[in-house]
């Protein structure tokens, strides 16, 4: 079993400039510049678990994934997979941390975080 713990989220929209408007309007999220495509959301001026909003891509073009931080990416992509998981992006490499993205068996979508 691999321990994890929800660390972000990440929203896709086919709108991400409305949908970062609107969470801001009404729920008083702090909407960063973009980078990567990716706008950083904070969440109850940071007293809650952060994340962003992406434009989605063909794969998953809107929804919410939930970011796990494992300790080893590989193991549980391994896991996943051995568990009915199927693997939607292999590892990527970022410069503080590694991505993945996995559905699991019932159809929900999860990135996987490993930090450097």
């Known amino acids: ?3 994890s ?3 972000s989220f990440e929203m896709n929209s086919q709108d991400p400039d409305k949908a970062a408007a609107f969470y801001s309007n009404v729920f008083g999220w ?3 510049e973009p980078k990567w495509g990716y706008s950083e959301a904070v969440t109850n001026g ?3 678990i952060n994340g962003g909003i992406v434009h989605g891509p063909s794969d998953y ?3 919410i994934r939930l970011h796990l ?3 080893s990416i590989d193991n549980a992509l391994k896991e996943a997979v051995q568990n009915g998981a199927q693997i939607v992006r292999e590892k990527m490499e970022f410069e503080e941390f590694y991505l993945a ?3 699991d068996p019932v159809g929900v979508g999860i990135g996987l975080i490993e930090n450097k």
């Open 30 to 32: 702090t909407i960063g």
């Open 1 to 3: 079993m691999i321990k």
């Open 5 to 7: 713990k929800v660390v």
């Open 101 to 103: 993205y996995i559905v």
């Open 61 to 63: 073009p809107h929804g």
């Open 46 to 48: 940071g007293d809650g």
């Open 69 to 71: 931080e494992v300790d």
